[in-house]
């Protein structure tokens, strides 16, 4: 078979195969992730969406490292997650993994600049000066870099996170309920950000969400409900979005 024979079929750049997380023993056991087999595709924006307790952040969780499977595989890219030992999980979280989450885990002391370079700098690893330029740039904060946090706007340091998560050019950015504390404005700045880190910078982002408007800048959108994958979208639209969520009666 020749190379061009081969389908072009995208890079997948986290996926789970036949997922399923339980907590708890005998009849208090609940299945919090039930079968799911879902892969997320390279340089593209998926939102995941579902009622509360449906799932999403233990998706995640397992697909980022944080959390590990009851059965199943989790990958990043070719990485079988449970072929690592627990200090091998760690460091490809470090080196491989950004995360946005609702509190933006500034450190108060350090300016900006050095929040972005903490990751890297922790791991006694050079920062890529070109990229890291590219990315305060297309963030728009190349001129709050010497500010503290409490210098800065919530949407700024938001936006000082998602530097630090893209800061070492990761495989995948996960981000949970990113928009979760910002006003409407700071939403839509940070959901435009993410988006451009996708279509600018070929970045992947994975992210959970309870907020259609926040789910319609994605490329795609799977549901959940009851740990299991209900619907899966693509182009979704703010208006399909919360059609959806009302046939799915949440
Ligand atoms: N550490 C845990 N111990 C026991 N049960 C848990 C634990 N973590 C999650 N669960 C249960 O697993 C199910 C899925 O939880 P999960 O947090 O993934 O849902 P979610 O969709 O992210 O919810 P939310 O939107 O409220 O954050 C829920 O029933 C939850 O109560």
Not at 58 to 82: E, K, N, Q, V
Not at 133 to 140: E, K, R
Not at 199 to 206: N, S, Y
Request: include cysteine.
């Amino acid at each position: 078979m020749t190379t061009e024979s081969v389908p072009n079929v995208a890079t997948i750049a986290a996926r789970v195969e036949g997922a399923r997380k339980t907590y708890g023993v005998g009849g208090a056991t609940v299945t919090a992730l039930d079968d799911v087999t879902v892969g997320f595709d390279a340089g593209a924006f998926t939102a995941i969406m579902g009622p509360s307790g449906s799932g999403k952040s233990t998706l995640m969780h397992c697909m980022a490292g944080l959390d590990t499977l009851t059965s199943g595989r989790a990958f990043i890219g070719d990485t079988d997650l449970a072929s690592l030992t627990d200090t091998a999980r760690t460091i490809l979280r470090r080196d491989r993994l950004g995360f946005v989450f609702q509190a933006f885990n500034l450190i108060a002391p350090l300016t900006a600049e050095e929040n972005i370079t903490l990751p890297a700098d922790l791991a006694g690893r050079q920062v890529d000066q070109e990229w890291l330029a590219t990315v305060v740039s297309t963030l728009h904060v190349e001129d709050r870099l010497d500010h503290t946090p409490a210098q800065l706007s919530g949407g700024q340091q938001q936006r000082v996170a998602i530097a630090r998560a893209l800061a070492g050019r990761p495989e995948v950015v996960f981000a949970d309920e990113p928009t979760g504390a910002l006003d409407s404005r700071a939403s839509a700045e940070l959901l435009t950000f993410l988006r451009s880190a996708v279509d600018e910078l070929g970045q992947t982002v994975v992210m959970v969400t309870h907020d259609p408007i926040a789910a319609a800048y994605a490329d795609r959108v799977i549901f959940l409900v009851d740990g299991a994958i209900v619907e899966d979208v693509q182009d979704p639209t703010h208006d399909g979005v919360l059609e959806t969520m009302k046939r799915l009666g949440r």
